[in-house]
């Protein structure tokens, strides 16, 4: 595997998302509420990017339905929404000196 440095720590900030491609995979990375958090940047339901997302909190919600998941779980944030919603790929991430990032 190997390490992809995708952001300097002191670049995060609350609100901060930014989209990637690693090794050919698109990734998002996003920094709310003190935490990051690694997506892939496809929606479950229909596989829309969500790089124009919006967040609240733990909940991302994609512009195109509107579906929202949680970034801590991946899982649909609306009970009403799971049966067609799938979950968030999540990637684990890397820390590297002052860089974070993902292995793959
Ligand atoms: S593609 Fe994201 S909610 Fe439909």
Same mark, same amino acid.
């Given at each position: ?9 002191? =670049? ?11 090794? $050919?995979? /698109?990734?998002?990375? &996003?920094?709310?509420? #003190? ?25 991302? =919600? ?11 779980? $991946?899982? /649909?944030?609306?009970? &009403?929404?799971?049966? #067609? ?20």
């Amino acid at each position: 595997m190997t390490f992809f440095p995708l952001e300097r720590l002191h =670049r995060l900030h609350d609100g901060y998302m930014q989209a990637f491609t690693v090794d $050919g995979q /698109p990734l998002l990375l &996003v920094h709310t509420d #003190g935490r990051t958090h690694l997506i892939a940047n496809r929606c479950p339901h229909m596989n829309a990017p969500l790089t124009h997302a919006s967040i609240e909190g733990d909940i991302i =919600r994609c512009p195109l339905h509107r579906f929202e998941y949680r970034l801590s779980s $991946g899982l /649909p944030a609306r009970e &009403v929404f799971e049966a #067609g919603g799938g979950r968030l790929q999540r990637y684990s991430l890397a820390y590297e000196g002052n860089q974070v990032g993902v292995y793959l």
